[in-house]
């Protein structure tokens, strides 16, 4: 993995700040593009733009890669223009003069899809783009900027000349070296100026590092493996196929030395300066993505301190989905790490009944607990809340917080109409949590003798065999 999001160290970064360079995954920043307003994603922090990095941040090292180049010229659009060379070779052979406009024609619509392929890479996209997508009307442009390079480079190499043999040798090696860099420069900027300064290039594979010369190495190689192709099958095909084999595999393994300088750009992207394409996930609705956005935020902001707005972020979102649950937790969860006494003695009990009514007492009882710990037992004034917390709390196996919650009810609220199965969830927590069945045997009679209607008659007497069971098993 790259960049690590700097809030979740497990997680690939995605976003990038432009303002204070902090990295986040797609958890901080939930939604897509259109989720934003003017589609721009900004930071939290500091209200700048974010830049999309997950292409490149997930780009594996360009080696590791072998296998996903030569898959990539295999896919439709490159087969298409590999097609489309063979078709013109077989064509060239019976059209005499004419032949040469076709061959100019079809090298410029070759070099335009080579051009594209190392542009859309460097800039995250890792489908080839299709036949389509190169008849941009720029193939013209590009036939003639490539000609232009030609010329420039054939025009240096006369100046050389006349510096002797010697000079001529240095001057063919770094023309060899640079030629990788020269291409990627035109694909990314369109710029023959860019491409042919040597300067420009020089600084380029300083950007790339060491991993340029390897790309140098493999592009040389495979753009040799037609050469070596054609003796392997003179002989062996009719005469009129072998030039548009020829023309398929050169075009071929064209497209898979593009796909190699177009990879190794995506993998150097932000210090190249490209534009990344967005890797963008789904469309949210807009209540869903306010939700995750404010959960996301208030998370954020409360790592870097700064409580109130989180706060504000929190409440704002429970004006308008009051019932969520991970809103609610959230909330109280900030409440317990801003240690703010005041508002959880006012507001904790509501949070922790508004669990309760969501059908999510177990959390009301882990956020109790939690309470509990770092600031004491929370009063809580209602019966039935104090039961049914009492109740979850049971259920987890936390006897003593759950004894303290409901031990006094029956003084405290001697009208409370659940004291029966109160009365029941108070023996089951001395028998269960501290063994003292004596304790649970009378509170079982209390409750036989003190509602004999009750709908708990039925548990309170199987508790009963329960407990006369574990007493005759007891030695005398």
């Known amino acids: 993995m790259g960049t690590a999001c700097h809030y979740h160290s497990a997680a690939p970064a995605v976003w990038q700040c432009t303002g204070c360079s902090k990295d986040y995954c797609g958890d901080c920043v939930p939604g897509a593009v259109d989720n934003y307003y003017q589609s721009t994603p900004k930071c939290v922090l500091c209200n700048k733009r974010l830049e999309n990095v997950g292409a490149s941040n997930k780009a594996k090292p360009f080696w590791q890669m072998a296998p996903f180049y030569f898959r990539y010229a295999f896919s439709a659009g490159p087969l298409t223009i590999s097609a489309i060379c063979a078709v013109a070779a077989l064509a060239m052979t019976g059209l005499g ?3 040469i406009f076709v061959f100019v024609a079809t090298l410029a619509v070759v070099m335009r899809y080579n051009l594209l392929v190392i542009e859309k890479l460097a800039a995250g996209q890792l489908q080839a783009p299709s036949f389509g997508d190169a008849q941009d009307g720029r193939s013209a442009a590009v036939f003639a900027k490539v000609i232009g390079m030609i010329l420039v480079a054939g025009g240096a190499g006369v100046l050389f000349a006349m510096l002797g ?14 030629a990788p860099a020269a291409m990627i420069v035109l694909a990314l900027e369109h710029s023959m100026r860019a491409a042919v300064n040597p300067l420009k290039l020089l600084h380029f594979t300083l950007i790339i590092g060491w991993p340029y010369w390897l790309l140098w190495l493999s592009t040389s190689a495979v753009s ?3 050469a070596l192709l054609l003796p392997a099958v003179v002989g062996k095909l009719p005469v009129w196929l072998l030039l548009p084999l020829v023309a398929f595999v050169t075009s071929y393994f064209s497209i898979v030395t593009s796909a190699m300088m177009g990879y190794i750009c995506l993998t150097r992207q932000r210090k190249l300066g490209v534009a990344a394409q967005v890797e963008d996930e789904e469309f949210l609705e807009a209540l869903e993505f306010d939700r995750l956005k404010a959960l996301a935020d208030a998370g954020i902001l409360l790592r870097e301190g700064r409580h109130e707005e989180a706060r504000k972020t929190l409440v704002t979102v429970l004006r308008q989905q009051p019932d969520d649950i991970a809103l609610n937790e959230r909330y109280y969860r900030l409440l317990l790490a801003t240690d703010d006494k005041k508002a959880l003695r006012e507001l904790g009990p509501h949070l922790l009944e508004r669990f309760v009514k969501l ?5 009301a009882a882990e956020l109790y607990l939690a309470t509990t710990r770092s600031h004491g037992a929370p009063t ?4 039935l809340l104090r039961h049914q917390i009492a109740e979850a709390l049971y259920r987890q196996r936390q006897f003593k917080p759950a004894l303290a919650l409901i031990n006094n009810l029956h003084k405290e609220d001697p009208h409370y109409t659940r004291l029966d199965s109160a009365y029941l969830l108070l023996a089951k927590i001395y028998m ?8 649970s045997r009378k509170l079982l009679a209390f409750v036989r003798s003190k509602f004999p209607k009750s709908a708990v008659l039925g548990e309170v007497k199987q508790l009963e065999t329960i407990l006369a069971a574990e007493k005759d098993t007891q030695p005398a």
Do not use: C, M
């Open 359 to 363: 059908n999510q007492a177990h959390k």
């Open 224 to 226: 040799a493996a037609p």
């Open 432 to 439: 269960d949590g501290f063994n003292r069945t004596d304790n």
């Open 165 to 178: 043999e010697g000079a001529v040798q240095v001057y063919s090696i770094a023309l060899s070296l640079l």
């Open 380 to 383: 809580i004034d209602k019966s």
């Open 97 to 99: 003069f004419l032949s």
